[in-house]
């Protein structure tokens, strides 16, 4: 997910959490520590801005307050662990104070590397509530032997729907004709006809869990699927009814769609740049879900504005929040969203209820390794 403090405000407010009934809230900023608390069905114990937690013999587990009530839920059920709410947007040096008794941590946007696992010897897990993980020092981790865990497919459904909505969204040219129509000039202003999914060409840039759910909702709308993914199997994209491309460039100029699916890492920032994005049909569309920054921008405002290429679905930028000035705001053919594609009310759920299993995995000693992004350190 982004980075900023923006972002969490938006899901602390979208989750519900301060002060209803879905989950732990915060009162008034007190330097004191409040426990117990079980509001939302989930004891725990409320972290305000700084002091050190109760004495305790059961296995301590933090977690943001955007978790959702599900993942609570879970916690709740635990009679061996108690389960602490912490404010994602405190400052580090509280965090830190509050990781020194600390078994498992979950975490949403706040950073973890070496400082925070000094600070917390007794770490033996940190799961993140989502599939990203740029925020967090796996190098670190697994030096030190702590897994890193992810949701694994809580939000792949979420992500490729989302994919498709902008896809959907640019190809029926919805906005122009919701806009015709209450503007009252009907079709008089049409002059590019909405275009057809069927037997169009579909390339899907990473084959994991949203890429592959991405490939067999496009196999559904009877679409020609290429995939381009180095890292998969070859015979796993053609069960999926999918062609394997490992020209990148060749598949990029004969698509009608192109959706990204790869994590970002050094080989994957800027893979499209003006060179590449200059080979795509000027009917074509882009969707970027993953990651910004594997979308060079400014490339992709330049083929944009001069009409080299049809439109853009970017729920994803290089500095997040995208201010209000971006010039890809500024263009007709782009649809945007704030980083939201895997956010839904019901994927806010399930990531809640797999981050907490996967903490728990791990302190039981029975790992759930798949959803592991350092699963070495089990060996």
């Known amino acids: 997910m982004c980075s900023g403090r923006a972002r969490v405000k938006w899901m602390l407010q979208v989750s519900g959490r301060w002060g209803t009934s879905k989950g732990p809230s915060f009162a008034a900023v007190r330097p004191r520590f409040t426990s117990d608390f079980d509001r939302s069905g989930a004891k725990a114990a409320v972290y305000q801005h700084w ?26 059920a635990r009679d061996d662990v108690e389960a602490i709410a912490y404010d994602p947007l405190m400052p580090t040096v509280d965090f830190h104070t509050l990781l020194k008794d600390v ?6 946007l706040t950073r973890f590397g070496d400082a925070e696992l000094d600070a917390g010897p007794r770490v033996q897990v940190a799961a993140r509530i989502g599939v990203g993980f740029d925020s967090v020092d796996v190098p670190a981790l697994t030096n030190r032997g702590v897994p890193l865990m992810t949701v694994g497919t809580a939000n792949s459904p979420t992500v490729a729907e989302q994919a498709f909505a902008m896809m959907f969204t640019l190809a029926k040219r ?33 084959f994991g869990r ?31 009814g999918c062609e394997v491309v490992k020209d990148l460039d060749a598949a990029v100029a004969q698509a009608d769609f192109v ?39 400014k490339a992709l405002f330049d083929v944009l504005a001069a009409g080299k290429i049809s439109g853009a679905g970017v729920d994803v930028f290089e500095k997040e929040p995208a ?7 500024k263009l007709e053919n782009v649809v945007v969203a704030p980083h939201l594609a895997g956010v839904t009310q019901e994927s806010m759920g399930r990531m809640g209820v797999a981050a907490v299993r996967n903490t728990l995995s791990v302190l039981d000693g029975a790992p759930n390794k798949e959803n592991a992004v350092n699963p070495e350190v089990f060996k």
């Open 174 to 206: 919805m906005p122009q004709n919701d806009a015709g129509v209450r503007a009252g000039t009907w079709r008089d202003q049409l002059t590019v006809y909405p275009v057809d999914f069927f037997e169009k060409t579909m390339l899907i840039v990473g």
């Open 51 to 76: 002091g050190v937690t109760m004495a305790t013999n059961k296995k301590k587990i933090i977690a943001p307050a955007v978790l959702a009530r599900a993942g609570w839920d879970v916690l709740k």
């Open 210 to 240: 949203i890429g592959s759910r991405t490939a067999k909702r496009a196999v559904a709308f009877d679409m020609r699927v290429l995939v381009y993914d180095p890292y998969v199997k070859a015979e796993d994209v053609r069960a999926a």
């Open 259 to 297: 959706t990204v699916h790869c994590p970002k890492n050094a080989e994957t920032i800027n893979m499209f740049d003006a060179k590449r994005l200059g080979l795509m049909k000027p009917t074509a569309v882009i969707v970027n879900t993953a990651r910004g920054g594997i979308v060079n921008e």
């Open 103 to 108: 078994d498992g941590v979950i975490l949403a």
């Open 323 to 329: 201010p209000v000035d971006h010039p890809l705001l």
